[in-house]
C-alpha cells in the first residue's frame, strides 16, 4: 500500500486510539500533534514524504481544537510551497454526541485538504440505518465525506463502538489503497 500517514491530535485519548487502530489496518505511520499543536521535525518530513495524508482530530465545539487548528496554520508552509499538491487526502473525526457536529469538523478538513491541492476521498460506505442496524455496524454514523466516530462521554478508549472503528478501518485501507492506485 501507498505510504500514508495518519497526522492526529488527542486531547484524551479517545482520538488517539482510533488513529492506532486506523493505522494499524492500513500500515500507516503516526504523527502526533502535540498538546501545544505542534508536530516534530521527523513528523513534518513523514508528511512531506507520504503518498497519502489522513487528518484526525477530535470535534470541539463544532470545529477540530486549536491544536488542530495551530497544526493547519503551520502547514501554510507547506502550501507556499505547493509541498503536498496531488497528494491524496482522508480524514476522521470523533465526538462525544452521536451528530456533535462533526461534520463542520469534517468539512474544515477537507477544506484544508484541498487549499493544499489534495485529492480527497470519500468514505464510499453505504449507512447502515434500518430499523435493525446497531452500534456495531459499520457507517452506523452514516457519514460520506469522511469517517465519523463516536465516544460517549463517559466512555474509555476501550469502549468506542467497534462499528465506528471498523469504519475507521475500511476508510484508512481505501485512503491508501487509492493513493497506491494514483502513485504507486
Ligand atoms: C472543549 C471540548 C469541546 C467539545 N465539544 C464537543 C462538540 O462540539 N460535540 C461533541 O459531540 N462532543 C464534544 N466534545 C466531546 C469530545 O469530542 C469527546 O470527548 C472526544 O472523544 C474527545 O476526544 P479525545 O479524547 O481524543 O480528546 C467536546 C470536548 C471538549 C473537551
Do not use: C
Amino acid at each position: 500500500m501507498a505510504k500514508t500517514v495518519i497526522v492526529y491530535f488527542s486531547g484524551y485519548g479517545h482520538t488517539k486510539r482510533i488513529a492506532e487502530v486506523a493505522a494499524q489496518a492500513a500500515r500507516a505511520e503516526l504523527v502526533e500533534i502535540d498538546a501545544e499543536g505542534h508536530v516534530s521535525e521527523a513528523g513534518w518530513a513523514q508528511l512531506d514524504e507520504a503518498q497519502a495524508i489522513i487528518f484526525g482530530t477530535p470535534t470541539y465545539m463544532a470545529a477540530p481544537p486549536w491544536q488542530f487548528k495551530k497544526f493547519a496554520d503551520a502547514s501554510s508552509k507547506k502550501w507556499f510551497a505547493r509541498a503536498w499538491q496531488d497528494k491524496v487526502f482522508g480524514g476522521f473525526t470523533n465526538s462525544a454526541s452521536l451528530n456533535g457536529d462533526k461534520q463542520v469538523t469534517l468539512i474544515a478538513l477537507q477544506t484544508l485538504a484541498s487549499q493544499h491541492g489534495g485529492i480527497w476521498v470519500s468514505l464510499g460506505l453505504a449507512p447502515a440505518n434500518t430499523k435493525a442496524a446497531t452500534r456495531a455496524d459499520i457507517n452506523n454514523l452514516g457519514g460520506s465525506v469522511g469517517a465519523l466516530v463516536q465516544s460517549p462521554a463517559d466512555a474509555s478508549v476501550e469502549e468506542i463502538a467497534s462499528g465506528d472503528l471498523e469504519t475507521v478501518k475500511s476508510y484508512a485501507v481505501r485512503v491508501a489503497e487509492v493513493a497506491g492506485r494514483l502513485h504507486g
